[in-house]
Nanobody, 125 residues
Framework: QVQLVESGGGVVQAGGSLRLSCAASGLTFSRYALGWFRQAPGKEREFVAAISWNGGASTDYADSVKGRFTISRNNVKNTVYLQMNSLKPEDTAVYYC?????????????????WGQGTQVTVSS
C-alpha cells in the first residue's frame, strides 16, 4: 500500500520561501512519477508540479508557479521535494503529494492518486 507523508508547511511572509517534503513508502520509488497539488479554501484541488520517474528528467509546472517553484526527487531517500520561492498570498493552500498509479515514463497528471494527508502553507501579506 502506497503511503505518502508531507511535511514542511508553515506560515511565511509574502516573498519568502518554504521547502516541502514528501516521504514515500510502499512502492519502488524510482519507478514512479510524483507530483504536488494544492487546495485553497473554497476551491478545487489543482495541479502544482510533477516530476518523472527515475532521474526526474521531465518536470511540469502550473503556469501560476513557473519560475518560482522547483520540484525535485531523491531516490535514495524516497522523497520528493517542492522548493517554493517568492511566495504570494494566493499560494496559501493545503499542499498534497501524489503518485502516478503506474510505473514508467510520462507524466499522467490526471491519474495521480494515493494522496497524502497534506501540509498547510499560509502566506501572509
Amino acid at each position: 500500500q502506497v503511503q505518502l507523508v508531507e511535511s514542511g508547511g508553515g506560515v511565511v511572509q509574502a516573498g519568502g520561501s518554504l521547502r516541502l517534503s514528501c516521504a514515500a513508502s510502499g512502492l519502488t520509488f524510482s519507478r514512479y512519477a510524483l507530483g504536488w497539488f494544492r487546495q485553497a479554501p473554497g476551491k478545487e484541488r489543482e495541479f502544482v508540479a510533477a516530476i518523472s520517474w527515475n532521474g526526474g528528467a521531465s518536470t511540469d509546472y502550473a503556469d501560476s508557479v513557473k519560475g518560482r517553484f522547483t520540484i525535485s526527487r531523491n531516490n535514495v531517500k524516497n522523497t520528493v521535494y517542492l522548493q517554493m520561492n517568492s511566495l504570494k498570498p494566493e499560494d496559501t493552500a493545503v499542499y498534497y503529494c501524489a503518485a502516478d498509479p503506474s510505473p514508467g515514463p510520462g507524466l499522467r497528471i490526471g491519474s495521480f492518486g494515493s494522496w497524502g494527508q497534506g501540509t498547510q502553507v499560509t502566506v501572509s501579506s
